[in-house]
């Protein structure tokens, strides 16, 4: 199982990326899918979350700007980011808890895509 994360770039501010992550390989079944950031120098926070049943988390300093959402079908989970500003420059991490054997269930990142956001 593989969780790959897409969609980062530069963008002016107040400008929108929207990123995606996908699970591929044997996936039986997801559950908390989340987006961590990393801005340089800092430590990684938690940005947004959405369980099995669709319930979504924020933290404060996106809400009212960022939308998490997912397909189910296609194993993926998206983070909508509009109004970006400065302060949200950093390497986007996805993770998730994915059933990959019968009851094996493990917690999966993807690799980081990188989000650039000028003044």
């Known amino acids: 199982v593989q969780l790959q994360a897409f969609g980062g770039g530069l963008v002016q501010a107040g400008g929108s990326l929207r990123l995606s992550c996908a699970a591929s390989?044997?996936?039986?079944?997801?559950?908390?899918m989340t987006w961590f950031r990393q801005a340089p120098g800092k430590q990684r926070e938690l940005v947004a979350t959405?369980?099995?049943?669709?319930?979504?988390n924020y933290v404060d300093s996106v809400k009212g700007r960022f939308t998490i959402s997912r397909d189910n079908a296609k194993n993926t989970v998206y983070l909508q980011m509009n109004s970006l500003k400065p302060e949200d420059t950093a390497v986007y991490y996805c993770r998730a808890l994915i059933n990959y054997e019968r009851t094996t269930w493990s917690t999966f990142w993807g690799q980081g895509t990188e989000v650039t956001v000028s003044s």
């Open positions: 959405i369980t099995s049943g669709d319930t979504t």
């Open positions: 390989g044997s996936v039986l079944g997801i559950r908390d």
